[in-house]
């Protein structure tokens, strides 16, 4: 059954919701060919709905309401800090970190960061990576769309009150598994993934000092965009255990 996330705008009455916005409409009906009878899943900011498709016209798509259950808020939020590394290697991140779990992804620029941030062509990529987010979480079948931030600079990293930051460093002797063994104690997660010229000793420092724990993933030296992936599962198992 295949998932998309509408608007409550999308609502029309108790009993029926239509499809409209041009992207949905466009992948419903050209990419999936929905058919009429088939079924949906529907997602809106409170709610869960099981909809049958009633009629396909020709700029939106109308379902019937069949079932309705009330979403329940995610126990734990996890945020990705992640260095700002070269494009195709971002969007790499972007998808398969939405479909492990993250809820929010921060890129940020520090002393090795390859890709610099301009203002001007990242407004242009912004679109594009909110595009790929939705995709990632229709597919994954998330129950909210995650959100992209605008780059920071490392040094504007700060941990919220009771909040478990985790930095990925190779160089560290802190195996990531003690730092897990408290997971249940916390609701929010922000790990950091460095660029791929890697972290600094100063920016470690000053991460540490800011409550992060400074952990080894492992023997081998992983990619960026591999650490951040791997983190991202190691975490998702231990929560689903």
Do not use: C, W
């Not at 520090?110 to 203002?119: D, G, L, P, Q």
């Amino acid at each position: 059954m295949f998932r998309f996330f509408i608007d409550e705008s999308n609502i029309i009455d108790d009993n029926f919701i239509e499809i409209v916005e041009k992207e949905d409409f466009h992948h419903g009906k050209n990419v999936l060919r929905l058919k009429v009878g088939e079924k949906l899943e529907l997602i809106s900011e409170a709610n869960k709905y099981i909809n049958e498709i009633t009629e396909i016209k020709s700029d939106s798509i109308l379902t019937k309401i069949l079932e309705k259950t009330e979403l329940k808020n995610k126990d734990v939020s996890i945020k990705l800090y992640q260095g700002m590394p070269k494009s195709d290697k971002f969007e790499l991140i972007i998808q398969k970190s939405v479909e492990l779990g993250v809820d929010e992804i921060v890129p940020f620029e520090s002393e090795r960061t390859i890709v610099k941030f301009k203002a001007k062509s990242y407004n242009k990529k912004q679109e594009r990576y909110e595009k790929i987010i939705k995709a990632a979480a229709m597919q994954s079948k998330r129950n909210s769309i995650p959100k992209i931030d605008f780059p920071i600079n490392l040094n504007e990293i700060e941990l919220e009150d009771g909040e478990l930051g985790i930095l990925a460093y190779e160089e560290s002797y802190l195996p990531i598994r003690e730092v897990l063994k408290n997971l249940n104690e916390y609701n929010k997660i922000s790990i950091v993934i460095g660029p791929e010229g890697g972290f600094s000793k100063n920016e470690v420092d000053n991460l540490v000092s800011k409550g992060f724990n400074s952990v080894l993933l492992g023997e081998r030296i992983l990619r960026t965009e591999t650490a951040s992936l791997n983190l991202l599962s190691i975490i998702g198992y231990e929560l689903e255990r």
